[in-house]
DNA sequence: TGCATTTCTTGAACAAGTTCAAGTTTTTTC
DNA sequence: GAAAAAACTTGAACTTGTTCAAGAAATGCA
């Protein structure tokens, strides 16, 4: 049992930046985590799936969307390195959901089961508090965005999302940065023209 | 030590939704709980000062709201009974925050300090997993909110809601309404003005 | 019960953002 | 490196929702 755990790494840490983790407890986690390499354009998560996992960025860029009326894709979530990216609703129902999960550009993910959750977190109760304080700051801030939606508009919300979030307006297509923001990719163009 | 804990059936059967909870351990719980009623209009936290609890509803109906520069106020959430209503920013940072909880009717709530929950879960780890299972729905249901801002119009999100919580339209003044669902009251009014 | 306050409604003028369409630029593919 | 595909830009016409203002209705309070 020759197995290196360097693809571990980043979670292990943004574990521990929450709760201690002993050494015992990381042997005990990681047969419990899945290492995998996504291609761009890759999915994890299809809509009309069922979502079975909890999804730990480790390299790349993903996007969680859903397909409109109108047949285009609304961006509601994207996950850079070190966050976690999943559709709650559908793993929390284990009903078919509503979102896909996507690569944006070539990443890698760490993947942790539904199916064998529970039994980690016997073993590692711990991780219960790590999952409460990751899942209570993610609410906050949803939250937050709820509000500056309804009270910023549409330019203000992406000049601040460009000041919170530079790494991102590089490496996210404008269309897609549109989307999350959620106005079209014509009105982005137009904000931006007004930078001079 | 003849004490009456009726009033706290209600969180304790929405605990025992996610969690088995033994008498030992509801003994050890009933401490830290804090009953409290509300009047009419009566604050809970006001902006600017730190949110230092959560509060579970035991009866009523509160909302969390922050003043806009034009002086308006914007509902970003409703409580109502065995709800959990929380600036769960504020909590965490233990930053001065920008909401403000306050009852719209007569209520009752709950209080878990934030200064005495870590001996708690200490105490009981379970209410770990317990708050975890809560705040994953409640930030399940947030993404599904953004996701309907941005692809349905304020009308076709009104009629929803209305379909989903009949009972806050008839409790919940109109215009908080609007306000919650992220319009103008004028505008709600020429809304249900269409419904003949 | 009468007055004050709050809430709701209405209509016209306005504006943020959309739709439609097409051209330009950049990126991808072979 | 050329062609195809994708992304970005632009402008005009349009639409959803806002602002402003004021009147009507409902509720609260002494």
New binding site residues.
Partial sequence: MNMDHTMFENLLAHIKRYISLSDEEEKKLLPYLTYKELKKKEHVLKEGKVCTANHFIIKGCLRMYSLTE?GTEQIVQFGIENWWITDYMSLDTQKPGQFSIQAIEPSAIVILHKNTQDELFRKIPKLERYFRLVLQRAYAASVMRVKYIFTE???ERFRQFTNSFPEFVQRV???MLASYL?????????I??KKN
Same sequence: chains 1, 2.
């Fill in positions: 109108n508009s549409g330019e297509p404008q269309y959620g106005f079209t990719p014509e009105f982005l163009s137009k931006r023209a």
